[in-house]
Structures are given as C-alpha cells and as structure tokens.
C-alpha cells in the first residue's frame, strides 16, 4: 500500500485545546495528538475525551492526525485504542510507545479487531510501533514483520537514551554519532518489511544548526521523516525531507538514460556524466520522483 507522506509529525500534548487548534492551522505533513508523556495522570481522561472530540471537528484534517496512545501495560492503553477505533472520526493511525515485541502488536491488533468488528469499521486503524527501549530496538526486525496494519517504525529517543544509558540528541549533547547504530537497525528493520522509518526528535526547540544536522543526517541514513517537537521546525523537515531540485532533475535523466538504451538507442552499458547506471539506480531515481510526487500533492 502507498504510505502516507511524513516529512515532518509534529508531536501536539492531547490536553491542550489550544495547541490543538494551533497546530491544524500548520502545513504539517502528520499532527501527533499525544495522550502518553505530554500528559499527567490525573488528565489522561479528560485529555482522551479531548482528543476524540477534535478528531470529530477535524473533518478532512482527521486523515493527517495520529493519536499516541498510552503503553501496554498501563491502566490506559486498552481505553485510548478502544475509544479510538469507535470514535465517529477515528484519527488515520495510532502510535504504541515502548513497543517491545510482536505480542505488544498482536495485543493492539486483536483488541482493534474486535472493536473495529462491534463498531461495523470499515477501515481498519493503521499501527505505528515506537521503538523506544533497549528490549524494542533489539527486537525491531521481528516487530516490523508482525502485522499488516503496521505503517512505520519509530525511533525515541527520550526513553531509549533512559533504556540504553546514552545522552539523547539535543543542545546539550549535539553531535548525535552515538546514536548511528541505533538510527541504522531501525533503518534496515523497518525498509526489509516495506515500513517506513521515522526518526524521533532532536530535543531542542531551536531551528539552529544543530537541528538541521540532525535531520540532515536523518535523511542519509535512510529515515522517510522525523519529529518535531516545536512548530518552527516544520517547515525545515518538510525542505529536508522533499527531493531537491537536483534530485528530480538526475532522476529524470537516469530514468531517459536507461530507457534509451533499452529501446535500442543506446549501448547495454549505460553511463551519464562518468557513472554507470543500472537497475539499481533506475529504482533509486523512481523512488525519487515518486517522493517529489507525494510531497507536492
């Protein structure tokens, strides 16, 4: 299935009204309405009752808004996902924090199911595994291919630098090399099964160098999107993550390149600017204009 476009998921506390409506006004790819960190406990239910009645006011935007539920094993997590899957608008996906094996899915996955199947839901809800533990990162590959509502791996970085006893990337710790490795498992767990990858946020609030390294650096590796934890962030990881100009311009060229010499009008070995292209590339440059295509529309 085609994925949603991510560049930039701008992560909203579900308790404040005002940063809610704030945020619909953005030209931000994904709204993550968050009902786990952003929320104390005293508020978890007004702020779940909060969340369902600016989805039901959301109208079309509904299909752009994530909703982070509460982690398994809370006293919260089963009452967010089933006031979620029969609410009158349902948010396009829901989020699982400290997703730690498949059984944390299959959980969600049959109490959906259930609901969705009382609810006479046509359109199952989309899953988004947040991978936010030593335990989650290690089992990633095994999460990725445990459900066909899955969308996406995330990497966290808040807890999983509590998990793994490393800084997390932020203004007071940002050169983020550490945090490669983690970056690359869950890069590679996440295109084996066809997910996309989201990288979680650089935490700080500034679009300041730093930042933009990060997601630069996001980008390189492999990761579809990132988080934004402040709304000036969001139009630089909409710019970061949309093909450049370059970008679609050798695309396009390798794409006629390639083409040419299949049709019989060029040589087999096909080379543009000193580089042999091949199969390879031809994806690499489909995968190019295909993102240009989303991001654009």
């Known amino acids: 299935m085609a994925h949603a476009v991510r560049r930039s998921c701008l992560s909203v506390p ?16 994904e709204l993550i309405f968050d009902l786990e960190d952003a929320v104390a406990i005293p508020a978890k239910d007004q702020a779940r009752a909060d969340v369902v009645a600016a989805l039901a006011g959301a109208g079309d935007q509904a299909a752009r808004i994530a909703v982070r539920v509460n982690s398994p094993g809370s006293p919260w997590c089963h009452v967010d996902l089933i006031a979620l899957a029969c609410a009158e608008v349902p948010p396009a996906s829901v ?45 990633a590959p095994d999460i990725a291919a445990s459900s066909e509502r899955l969308d996406t791996l995330i990497l966290g970085y808040a807890d999983l630098s509590v998990s793994l006893g490393r800084r997390p990337p932020g203004p007071a710790h940002p050169d983020g090399s550490s945090w490669d490795g983690a970056r690359n498992a869950v890069v590679l767990a996440a295109k084996a099964s066809g997910l996309q990858a989201i990288d979680g946020p650089y935490l700080g609030i500034a679009v300041d160098q730093p930042f933009r390294a990060a997601a630069l650096r996001a980008l390189e590796l492999g990761f579809d999107g990132k988080w934004a934890i402040h709304p000036a962030q969001v139009g630089s990881l909409n710019e970061i993550f949309t093909p450049g100009d370059e970008d679609v311009a050798r695309a396009r060229e390798i794409i006629s390149a390639l083409e040419a010499a299949s049709s019989g009008q060029g040589d087999g070995a096909v080379a543009l600017d000193g580089a042999m292209l091949d199969e390879a590339l031809r994806q690499w440059a489909i995968g190019v204009l295909a993102s240009a295509e989303r991001a654009g529309g």
């Open 14 to 29: 579900g308790s404040s009204e005002r940063k809610i409506q704030k945020a619909l006004s953005l030209d931000v790819d």
């Open 95 to 139: 989020i699982l924090p400290k997703t730690e094996s498949p059984a944390d899915i299959a959980f969600v996955e049959r109490l959906l199911a259930g609901v969705e199947a009382g609810a006479g839901v046509t359109r199952p809800l989309r899953v988004q595994a947040l991978i936010e533990t030593a335990a989650g990162l290690r089992r």
